[in-house]
């Protein structure tokens, strides 16, 4: 099957930061959910979030563009320092090579999921929130050691120590209760793309959508 790798992409990486919040919070009811970012990643979500979790409200800001997103999606326009102020769980969701989750504005217990900061010296989440937090959970431990900043420079730096740093998978396969604070850092594995798009193509088969061709 042939199918659009970046909305794909989207719903895979927002799927993965609402689970990590519902494993955290043991609870879909979140309170105030705060997205940094205005693009693809950031609308789905905010989609997928109201769509499943219990949002109190609903906060946005970005670099540019966040008013008019802010509309397209519900949300209240902020700047940043308000949102992390008043944000129980925030999704980073940036292209951003230095932090934007900036821990001496968050709240005493928090969620947060980061999506970006895709090589080994750029970063999304800087060391006050990372020293705040009590669990980093992760996609792969493998893919974070190689590919984000986020996780290779605390590591580096002894700021992870003493911490739960688990993946996701084996908090669900082994029931760990994860403690807050706590950070989710996702840089995307395989695994999440052929499920996603495996979902996808059922889903396409049964409303029978799609175009059937010869190669």
Same mark, same amino acid.
């Given at each position: ?17 609402i689970l990590s ?41 970005? %670099? #540019? +563009?966040?008013?008019? =997103? /802010? ?5 209240? !326009? @902020?700047? *940043?320092?308000?949102? $992390? %102020? #008043? +944000?129980?769980?925030? =999704? /980073? ?5 230095? !932090? @934007?989750? *900036?821990?001496?504005? $968050? ?6 999921? /980061? ?23 992760v996609d792969s ?75």
């Amino acid at each position: 099957a042939i199918m659009d790798g970046n909305t794909l992409t989207a719903i895979r990486t927002a799927s993965a930061s609402i689970l990590s919040t519902e494993i955290s919070l043991k609870s879909k009811d979140i309170g105030i959910l705060g997205i940094i970012g205005a693009g693809t990643e950031a609308y789905y979500h905010a989609m997928l979030s109201l769509s499943y979790l219990k949002v109190q409200k609903l906060l946005v800001t970005s %670099r #540019k +563009s966040h008013i008019e =997103f /802010s509309k397209k999606i519900g949300a209240e !326009p @902020v700047d *940043l320092e308000t949102l $992390l %102020r #008043k +944000s129980d769980v925030i =999704f /980073s969701t940036t292209s951003s090579q230095t !932090p @934007v989750v *900036l821990g001496r504005y $968050l709240k005493n217990v928090f969620h947060v999921s /980061s999506i970006g900061a895709h090589t080994p010296n750029s970063r999304e989440i800087d060391d006050d929130t990372i020293i705040k937090a009590k669990s980093y959970i992760v996609d792969s431990l493998e893919a974070v050691s190689k590919e984000t900043g986020d996780y290779i420079i605390p590591k580096q730096s002894g700021l992870l120590n003493g911490k739960l740093v688990t993946e996701i998978g084996e908090v669900i396969s082994k029931g760990i209760s994860i403690e807050l604070p706590s950070i989710f850092k996702t840089v995307g594995i395989s695994a999440e793309d052929n499920l996603t798009a495996y979902v996808a193509y059922q889903e396409a088969v049964r409303r029978g959508i799609g175009v059937k061709v010869s190669i």
